[in-house]
């Protein structure tokens, strides 16, 4: 009884999230009401409370570590942005074809992405477009393809994806297999839906971006702290490599560092000046509604998670399909409902490595399906949370826009590795 009726909690809050604009109530609303009242009914029905209450912390220590590595990434982009450091970025662009500018940040996404993060791409790409494209629908359909692009690219990179990332160290795979064995399928799942998305801007050109304003001092300072930035966002996955310390660690003493540096740069400067390049100022400006959406939404999945739904859904997958394709396949598809990371949990627990061994194609196609399955819905994916919060874009917008493309992308990338395993194995 207690299954099913955290269930249909589940589903009735994901339905308020999906009807966010015709029912007027914000999406963080729905989520942390549907996190709360999830767990609510678990601890109700469960005969200990210390057991409930010791798998909501251990699911909250998870979840934090995601909440602090995305305040940690925003604060610092609000930085750089703060500082015009993305207009250095956008007076060096100088196509003004709409379509060749999608292809270009596309490119550039998803190889970021596969060095970085695909978060923490998302919202780099997602602000530096906001300062290119005045129209809001461009804006909307450039986020939608950066989505498309850091899911894949994350994919068939160990420091990518927080799910290839848990196979990695759980030793179902190994970093250069995973990249020789998924680049091919990650890059032409997302060409398609890029040149799919490029047409639509067939002959259409963006405005020219206007030389900046900015004193010669300003533009300095300008460029060393994007220089900084982003030396630091790259300093993070290799902070996790060496000291194997979570992501979130790394970004911490990111913006740490950040903080000293800014504040050195603009010490001598009056209060007034100053203070609109302070950390403090930019955590003002990050999306903090977007933040406690993710936290309401990760709440209410990992009550799935402990009360074993998503260990009898993916039993069931697997006796139901029988084919160890078709089971990544569906876990993809569902990875854009709930969250790809206990999807790829429950499968690690279900298969050990004397069932499929280290570099098994299973493992490598799991990979590939739970990383970009997430673009088909907005909240499938920790990118598309973070673009759908900078960029307020509504659910259904992108389910009925940027849905299929990402779809088509997803079942073009299934076959090309299909294809590939069948050529050279």
């Given amino acids: 009884m207690g299954i099913t009726l955290i269930i249909i909690v589940f589903v009735l809050g994901y339905t308020a999230i999906a009807f966010e604009h015709p029912l007027k109530i914000n999406k963080a609303a729905s989520a942390l009401i549907t996190g709360v009242l999830c767990w609510t009914i678990y601890m109700l029905q469960s005969a200990s409370a210390d057991t409930v209450t010791a798998e909501l912390l251990h699911h909250?220590?998870?979840?934090?570590?995601?909440?602090?590595?995305?305040?940690?990434?925003?604060?610092?982009?609000?930085?750089?942005?703060?500082?015009?450091g993305f207009e250095i970025i956008t007076q060096k662009i100088k196509t003004r074809s709409t379509s060749q500018l999608?292809?270009?940040?596309?490119?550039?996404?998803?190889?970021?992405?596969?060095?970085?993060?695909?978060?923490?791409?998302?919202?780099?790409?997602?602000?530096?477009?906001?300062?290119?494209?005045?129209?809001?629908?461009?804006r909307l359909w450039f986020a939608g393809m950066i989505v498309i692009a850091a899911n894949t690219g994350g994919a068939w990179s160990p420091l990518g994806d927080v799910t290839t990332t848990m196979l990695w160290i759980g030793g179902q795979i190994t970093a250069m297999n995973i990249i020789k064995q998924l680049i091919l399928p990650s890059?032409?799942?997302?060409?398609?839906?890029?040149?799919?998305?490029?047409r639509r801007f067939k002959g259409k050109t963006i405005e020219s971006i206007p030389p900046s304003g900015a004193s010669g001092k300003e533009i300095r300072e300008g460029k060393l702290i994007l220089i900084v930035g982003i030396g630091f966002l790259l300093f993070v996955p290799a902070f996790k490599t060496v000291t194997h310390l979570p992501p979130f660690?790394?970004?911490?003493?990111?913006?740490?560092?950040?903080?000293?540096?800014?504040?050195?740069?603009?010490?001598?400067?009056?209060?007034?000046?100053?203070?609109?390049y302070t950390v403090a100022n930019a955590l003002q400006k990050i999306d903090t509604p977007s933040i406690l959406f993710f936290l309401g939404i990760l709440l209410a999945v990992s009550s799935l998670q402990s009360i074993g739904a998503l260990k009898h859904l993916a039993d069931a997958l697997t006796n139901?399909?029988?084919?160890?394709?078709?089971?990544?396949?569906?876990?993809?598809?569902?990875?854009?409902?709930?969250?790809?990371?206990?999807?790829?949990?429950?499968?690690?627990?279900?298969?050990?490595l004397s069932t499929y061994p280290t570099d098994h194609p299973f493992w490598e196609f799991?990979?590939?399906?739970?990383?970009?399955?997430?673009?088909?819905?907005?909240?499938?994916?920790?990118?598309?949370?973070?673009?759908?919060?900078?960029?307020?874009?509504?659910?259904?917008?992108?389910?009925?826009?940027?849905?299929?493309?990402?779809?088509?992308?997803?079942?073009?990338?299934?076959?090309?590795?299909l294809l590939q395993v069948r050529v050279f194995h």
């Fill in 366 to 417: 799991l990979a590939l399906t739970t990383g970009t399955g997430g673009s088909m819905i907005i909240i499938g994916s920790a990118a598309g949370v973070a673009v759908m919060g900078i960029e307020q874009i509504n659910f259904m917008w992108y389910l009925k826009k940027i849905g299929w493309v990402a779809l088509v992308g997803f079942v073009v990338s299934i076959l090309v590795f």
């Fill in 60 to 84: 909250l220590g998870e979840i934090a570590s995601i909440l602090f590595f995305l305040l940690g990434a925003m604060t610092i982009v609000e930085l750089i942005d703060s500082h015009e």
């Fill in 187 to 198: 890059m032409i799942g997302c060409i398609i839906p890029a040149l799919i998305i490029a």
């Fill in 102 to 138: 999608l292809l270009i940040i596309t490119v550039i996404t998803f190889f970021l992405s596969a060095l970085l993060d695909n978060l923490t791409t998302a919202i780099v790409m997602t602000s530096l477009c906001s300062r290119i494209l005045n129209r809001k629908e461009d």
């Fill in 320 to 352: 139901t399909l029988k084919n160890e394709y078709a089971i990544g396949t569906a876990l993809g598809a569902l990875s854009a409902i709930v969250d790809n990371v206990p999807l790829v949990a429950a499968a690690q627990g279900m298969y050990d």
């Fill in 249 to 276: 660690m790394g970004m911490l003493l990111a913006l740490g560092c950040m903080w000293v540096i800014t504040t050195l740069i603009h010490k001598r400067k009056d209060i007034g000046t100053a203070s609109k």
